[in-house]
């Protein structure tokens, strides 16, 4: 989940400042100056209009519009961490000033959200909530954000909740869905993405939620045919219809990822398919990264030898544990060591497999003897040696 600062950002705010109400409670020079930043911005030039009106600031208790547009101008400027920061701090010194303020309550839980720190945005949404003794114009918006926050906080059922009293729009239906898809409340899912889609068809993301809610929900075929919709919409987002085709088995149609994908799902796709050529061309076309090393020399290998290619096979099959582990805690290094071991274990087993394939005695016994000093496949080396002797013996 993201979102862009024009999702809580309103002009209608600067709007505000210069309305004829607000202009009466304004001293003449704060006027003057608020009618040149408008000007100012209106011209493109922020930086122009934060120095105009930074100096205001500086003054016993400014006035509340002060703050909202001074803030806002330093939100526009958002390219460097630093200009974050100044905006941040601007919006905080205008809540201290005036705490009861509306437009500065929002704009500075906007700004806690836009750094990133959802905890504290969520305390001082769910303070004011608790507070207020009736319900007041500015809280939809409010829980709106508070809804956000849970969600970047991972904190679903409290995003549901701070949802639940929303009327239901473009903004609010993904939150939903994707609260209640991390909780696996699928019917709650599907209803909500059947809402969602009476008002707005043309969302791939409501159809790709659907079909999640329409799988988990037994629902195959309304599943497919809600990914394929979704493919029409969105054709560069198609991972999760060629998930669903291979979970039905229809590996043939999964397999149409390696015309554009490149990734070790696409290609086990191409290996259950029988398409071992083009899966062979779609890996040669990215190199793995450390994580996927293993997995994916595993994999190349199988495929080489589905073609005959013996040789290059076994190669790629020796590949597969030779990358040094990264530097991790030792809970994880002992993790990554195992994973490790079994990727290891299994290239040997293949390894010996396709010598003995072709009575290649010697070379399969080194395979097998390297498996046997994995602890894991001690036993299982050990017997492989001891069948080649009995077989060669029988030979």
Sequence with gaps: MSTSRSVFLSISLL?????????????????????????????????DAIALLQPRLQQNRPHPNLYLFTCHALAQQHTHEQEQNEALACWQQGHDSHPHHAALLQGLSTALIQNAQFDQAIALIEQHLAQATAPEPQHNELRYLLAYSHVQREQYAAALTSLSPLPRNERIWPLMAHSQAAL?????????????????????????????????????????????????LDPSNVAPLHGLYA??????????????????????FGLLAGRYQA???????????LQDWDAYHLLLGQLLQRTGERHLARQTWWQVGTQALPVESEGELRR?????ERARGQALLLIGQSHWLESQWPEAQIAY????????????????LTAIEQYRLLD
Aim: hydrophobic share 45%.
């Design 184 to 232: 696996e409340r699928w019917p709650e899912l599907l209803a909500t993405t059947e809402e969602w889609l009476i008002k707005v068809p043309e969302s791939a993301t409501a159809w790709r939620l659907m079909a999640q809610a329409q799988l988990a929900l037994q629902q195959p075929q309304a599943a497919t045919l809600a990914l394929q919709i979704s493919e029409l």
């Design 336 to 340: 990554l060591r195992q994973q490790r």
């Design 15 to 47: 709007l505000a400042v210069l309305s004829p109400a607000v202009a009466a409670s304004l001293s003449s020079l704060d006027r003057a100056a608020l009618q040149r930043a408008q000007s100012l911005m209106e011209q493109d030039r922020a930086s």
């Design 247 to 268: 979970s039905l088995g229809a590996y043939d149609l999964a397999s149409q990822c390696l015309s554009y994908q490149d990734n070790l799902q696409c290609l086990r």
């Design 279 to 289: 899966s062979i061309d779609a890996a040669s076309r990215w190199t793995p990264n």
């Design 369 to 384: 003897r390297q498996m046997a000093r994995l602890p894991g496949y001690k036993q299982q080396g050990q017997s492989l």
